[in-house]
C-alpha cells in the first residue's frame, strides 16, 4: 500500500524565539529551521512499515516556501520515495493546508495518509483532524502504536486519561504522537542518495485551492516573564518560605 | 448568535473543564450576546445532563443520547456538531484530547479556521492563544462567520453550579461506519486530576526509576496533590503517558507547582509556568528550571524528598 507522509518546515525545536520589537509577529530571521518533531516521527512510521513491507510506496509532502524543499530532502534521505511541494510564500493557515493535503490525497490515492499531530510553532493541532473531514477518511489521532491488519488499522491513542485503541476503516489518516517511535538520523549516503529521487512542484492555485483565510493575526506579544525567584539553602527554608512568605501550604 | 459548548465528560462525570469553557462562552457573550446551550453526547448521560443544567450562565442543555457517541469518537461527534452548528454563532470545546480530537473536524467541515487553546477573550471575534510553545502569545481575529474554538480551561475560572438551564433531548443518532472503539486502558488513582489539582508535584529524568517516584507519594498525599511527570521521565517508561506536563502533555496552573530532578526544557515550561508559585528541586544549580522557580533549592533530591515529606 501507499503511505503518503505531510511534513512542515518549522523553527528548530531547541531555539527560543524572539518576537519583533514592533508586535507584528516573531522574529524569524536567521533562524535555525528544521522538520517539525512530529512530522520526523511520521516520516519514521512510513519508513518503517515499508521496512517490514506493509508499505509498498512512501511519498512526502509538504505545503510552504522553496526552502521547505530542505525538509523534503531530509524525508527522502530517511528513506521516502518520492516528494511533492506545493509551493507558496504566502503564509499558510491549518485550514488551507488540510484543503491542499486533500486534494494531493485526492490525486495520489494512499491507503495511509499520516502527519503529526501538531505544529511546535502554531501548535494548532488541526491538519489531521481536518484533512480527515474533508476527505471522508477516519481518523486515529494521538497515535502512540499502528498496526495495519487487512482493511482495517488499529491505532493506539494517547488521550487524556491513559489510552484508547480504536478500529479504522483503511484508507485512513493518523496523526502522530511523541511514542509511536524514535526517528532515527540520515546518514551520509543517503542524504547524497536523496538528492537525486523525484521531487515534483505544485502550486495552490493547480490545485484550485486559495491560500486566503478568515483568520488574522493582529499582534504578537511576549509572554508575560516570571520574575526570577530566590535560592534557597535548606529544606527548612523551603517550608518556611511556602508557609508564611508564599501562603500555600 | 448563540453559543454552542462541548462538554467534557468521563465515566459518567460531567468533568470540571466544562465550567471554565462556560466561561469563555460568558465572556464571549457580554461583548456579543446570545444565549449558551450546552451539547451533552454520549451513551447513558442523564447525570452528566443534569450537571451541566446546573452550570451558571447556560440556558439550555441538549442531549444526545446514543451509543454511537459512547467513546466520543471523533466521526460521528463531528457529524452531530456540524448537524447543530447552524443554530450558532460559537462553538466551545475543551482543549483536551477530545476536543482536540473533533473540533477541526466541524471547523473543516463549515470551511472555516479553528482558533486552537484560546487563553483570553478580547471581544465576540478577537482571542489570545499561546504560540510555539507559550513564548509568544498571538492575538488573532476571526472573519469566520462560525468561530470554532477551543478553551485553554487554566485560563479561565470555573463559573459557578447555581443555574437551572431547560434539558431537551436530540434526536440525531448518526451512523459511524468508519471506525469503531476496540478498548481503553485509563490510569486509575486516587489524587486529584492533573489539569485541576491546587498542588502538583512532578518528578524527571532525575527520579532515576519508576519506584523512586515513590519518593513523590508521601509528599503529595500531605499536600493532596496530583502527580505529573516531564516527557524524560515518561519516555524512560517511569511512568504513564498521561502524567507529562509540557508543550504537548498536560497544561497545569496550579496554586503550587514542585519540579523535581527536572531541568527546565522549553517545552515543560510550556506546561507549568503559568502555576502561581514554582519550586524547584535540581542538584544541578545551573539548571534553567531556576529561572521560572520563586523556590529554588539546590540539592540531590535522594536526600531532599524524605527531608521535605518529614517536614510537612
Ligand atoms: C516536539 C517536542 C515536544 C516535547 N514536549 C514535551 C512536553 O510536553 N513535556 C516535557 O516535559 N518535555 C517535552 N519535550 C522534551 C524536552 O525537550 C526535554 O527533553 C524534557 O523536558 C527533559 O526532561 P527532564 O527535565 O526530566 O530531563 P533532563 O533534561 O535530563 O533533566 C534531568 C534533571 O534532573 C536533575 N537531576 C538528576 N539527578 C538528580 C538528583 N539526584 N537530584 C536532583 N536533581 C537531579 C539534573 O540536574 C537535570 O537538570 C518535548 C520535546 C520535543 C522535541
Ligand atoms: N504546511 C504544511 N505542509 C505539510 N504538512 C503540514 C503543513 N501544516 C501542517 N502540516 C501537517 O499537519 C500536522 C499538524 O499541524 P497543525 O495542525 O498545523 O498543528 C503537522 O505535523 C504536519 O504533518
Do not use: W
Not at chain 1, 57 to 63: L, P
Not at chain 1, 93 to 112: H, I, R, T, W
Request: charged content about 25%; proline content about 4%.
Amino acid at each position: 500500500m501507499k503511505v503518503l507522509v505531510a511534513v512542515k518546515r518549522v523553527i528548530d525545536y531547541n531555539v527560543k524565539i524572539r518576537v519583533k520589537p514592533d508586535h507584528s509577529d516573531v522574529d524569524l530571521t536567521n533562524v535555525k529551521m528544521a522538520m517539525n518533531p512530529f512530522c520526523e516521527i511520521a516520516v519514521e512510521e512510513a519508513v518503517r512499515l515499508k521496512e517490514k513491507g506493509v508499505a509498498s510506496e512512501v511519498v512526502a509532502v509538504t505545503v510552504g516556501p522553496k526552502a521547505a524543499q530542505e525538509q523534503l530532502r531530509t524525508a527522502l534521505a530517511l528513506g521516502a520515495d518520492r516528494a511533492i511541494h506545493v509551493q507558496t510564500e504566502a503564509p499558510v493557515e491549518s485550514l488551507a493546508a488540510a484543503k491542499l493535503l486533500a486534494k494531493v490525497v485526492g490525486e495520489e490515492q494512499p491507503q495511509l495518509t499520516i502527519l503529526g499531530k501538531q505544529a511546535i510553532d502554531s501548535d494548532n493541532n488541526q491538519v489531521g483532524q481536518m484533512l480527515a473531514a474533508l476527505t471522508g477518511r477516519p481518523q486515529g489521532t494521538f497515535a502512540s502504536e499502528v498496526e495495519v491488519d487487512g482493511d482495517t488499522l488499529k491505532v493506539t491513542r494517547e488521550i487524556d486519561g491513559g489510552l484508547q485503541t480504536v478500529a479504522l476503516k483503511l484508507p485512513a489518516i493518523v496523526t502522530t504522537d511523541l511514542r509511536l517511535n524514535e526517528p532515527r538520523y540520515a546518514k551520509l549516503p543517503d542524504i547524497m542518495k536523496a538528492k537525486k529521487k523525484p521531487l515534483d512542484t505544485k502550486t495552490p492555485d493547480e490545485l484550485g485551492v486559495s491560500v486566503d483565510s478568515g483568520l488574522k493575526r493582529v499582534a504578537v506579544e511576549p509572554p508575560a516573564e516570571r520574575q526570577g525567584g530566590v535560592k534557597v539553602g535548606s529544606v527548612d527554608e523551603l517550608v518556611d518560605k511556602l508557609k508564611n512568605e508564599a501562603k500555600v501550604l | 448568535m448563540s453559543i454552542l459548548v462541548l462538554a467534557e465528560h468521563h465515566d459518567g462525570q460531567l468533568a470540571e473543564a466544562t465550567a471554565h469553557v462556560v466561561a469563555a462562552a460568558q465572556q464571549i457573550a457580554r461583548d456579543g450576546g446570545g444565549d449558551i446551550d450546552v451539547l451533552v453526547a454520549g451513551e447513558g448521560v442523564s447525570a452528566i445532563a443534569e450537571a451541566a443544567a446546573r452550570l451558571d450562565g447556560v440556558s439550555r442543555v441538549r442531549v444526545a443520547d446514543d451509543a454511537v457517541y459512547a467513546h466520543q469518537l471523533a466521526e460521528p461527534l463531528g457529524d452531530l456538531l456540524v448537524a447543530l452548528s447552524g443554530d450558532y454563532g460559537h462553538v466551545l470545546a475543551t482543549a483536551s484530547t477530545t476536543g482536540k480530537n473533533v473540533l477541526p473536524r466541524l471547523a473543516a467541515l463549515s470551511d472555516v479556521s479553528q482558533i486552537s487553546e484560546i487563553i483570553a477573550v478580547e471581544s465576540a471575534d478577537t482571542f489570545k492563544r499561546p504560540i510555539y510553545a507559550g513564548n509568544a502569545i498571538a492575538t488573532v481575529h476571526s472573519e469566520d462567520a462560525l468561530k470554532v474554538i477551543t478553551v485553554r480551561p487554566t485560563a479561565f475560572d470555573a463559573v459557578g453550579e447555581t443555574g437551572g438551564g431547560a434539558i431537551e433531548a436530540i434526536d440525531n443518532g448518526v451512523d459511524n461506519a468508519l471506525s469503531s472503539f476496540i478498548d481503553e486502558r485509563l490510569e486509575q488513582s486516587d489524587r486529584p486530576e492533573l489539569g485541576a489539582a491546587k498542588v502538583v508535584v512532578s518528578g524527571g529524568r532525575g527520579m532515576g526509576s519508576g519506584e523512586n517516584f515513590q519518593l513523590l507519594d508521601g509528599i503529595a498525599d500531605k499536600l493532596g496533590a496530583a502527580i505529573g511527570a516531564s516527557r524524560a521521565a515518561v519516555d524512560a517508561g517511569f511512568v504513564a503517558n498521561d502524567m507529562q506536563v509540557g508543550q504537548t502533555g498536560k497544561i497545569v496552573a496550579p496554586e503550587l507547582y514542585v519540579a523535581v530532578g527536572i531541568s527546565g526544557a522549553i517545552q515543560h515550561l510550556a506546561g507549568m509556568k503559568d502555576s502561581k508559585v514554582i519550586v524547584a528541586i535540581n542538584k544541578d544549580e545551573e539548571a534553567p528550571i531556576f529561572q521560572v522557580a520563586d523556590y529554588g533549592l539546590v540539592a540531590d533530591l535522594f536526600e531532599a524528598l524524605p527531608e521535605l515529606e518529614s517536614k510537612l
